[in-house]
């Protein structure tokens, strides 16, 4: 493959690069080195208050655009404006390969491309079904339209196996592929786990019905009403602090303590005992991952979605929805009934490098790309 044009266009406003951007600059990197080929980047427009996009659009000059947010609610993938603004960015980079992460814009993609231009969608999030059931029958329409009748003649990478069920459900009319996400090794540091006062857990907010936060604060609470010796830092995610409030009214207990967001994520990881993961659905995750990477036993739901992971001997699964279970496995390792040691630690680290490492997902990547343009 030389010489092509990728054109990566992303549904991502987050306020920091992640590993999702990290990724992508080790995918450019390989790409120009393996045959000159260039990546074109879009963005919501929204995305531009933040610093790390300022520097991003300075490194990669006359190759990041912004656009409006996409709306999907009641257009039915018909925004005359953002439709307007896409096909004029399509005809001045002239795409070979269109490759779309979450979501957002699929189906403007696929609307606007050329014939020629293959399309990739890449499906980074589970599909996750509202309660309310007017809604649902709305989002199942939707969801038809995106898979069933857009995703004719579109390729759709998948972070696992498991997530073939979800595109079955929408009738999905393309081809799907599996390729695990890759993790940029050189962000996480492996540190001696840390000396706390306190045993302390660490848990990522934000998507809380998504990443289980109820779960977590019912068993939470079970092991304060026994008084046990404790502590649970919570990233702010968009959600997180109304969630608490729900629980606690204004009352939060001293053994939850909410933490800002960083970029440094090692700095994170380096400061607890162990990593929580109860999530409901999942499509690989980067925190478990990042977790090993750094040294860290994991307690994580017994999803399919990270069954990738649930062998390993520094993984601790307890059964998905299931705040008692949780519990318990938090109360073996504050006591000491569950012993993992530096060797399964570090046995951990080695299994994440050797199999899911970013330069081995940009290969996966480039040889599908390969593939759809021969």
Partial sequence: MNNKIILHIAHYAAPYKGNFIASLENLEQTLYNNGHNLMYYIF????????????????????????????????????????????????????????????GYDVYAKKVAGKQTKIIWHHHNPLTLVSNPIKRIYQRIMLQIH???????????????YSKKEM??????????????????????????????KFTFLFFGGRADHKGLDILLNAANELIENNYNFVVKI????DTVSILR??????????????????????????VNCFISASRRETFSYAIAEAMLSGLPVISSDIDGVSWCLKQRSVIPFKSEDAMDLA???????????????????????HIISNYSVDHWSKKVIELYDTILN
């Fill in 44 to 103: 919501p427009e929204n995305v531009s208050k933040y610093e790390w996009f300022s520097e991003f659009v300075s490194k990669n000059k006359g190759r990041v655009f912004t656009v409006k947010n996409p709306h999907t609610k009641l257009y039915f993938f018909t925004d005359r404006e953002l439709l307007k603004q896409l096909s004029s960015l399509f005809n001045t980079i002239k795409p070979d390969i269109v490759h779309s992460h979450f979501d």
């Fill in 147 to 161: 898979y069933g009748i857009y995703g004719k003649h579109t390729y759709t990478i998948l972070l696992s196996d």
């Fill in 168 to 197: 079955n459900e929408c009738n999905y009319r393309g081809t799907t592929i599996t390729i695990p996400n890759g993790i940029h090794i050189n962000r996480i540091i492996y540190s001696p786990l840390a000396i706390n006062p």
């Fill in 235 to 238: 990233t702010n995610g968009v």
């Fill in 246 to 271: 729900e629980f606690y009214g204004d009352h939060i207990p001293e053994q939850i303590k909410v933490i800002s967001q960083t970029e440094n994520i090692s700095e994170l990881y380096s400061s």
């Fill in 328 to 350: 318990s496995k938090m109360k073996s390792l504050i006591c000491g009934d569950i012993s993992i040691s530096a060797a399964d630690l570090a046995h951990s680290r080695e």
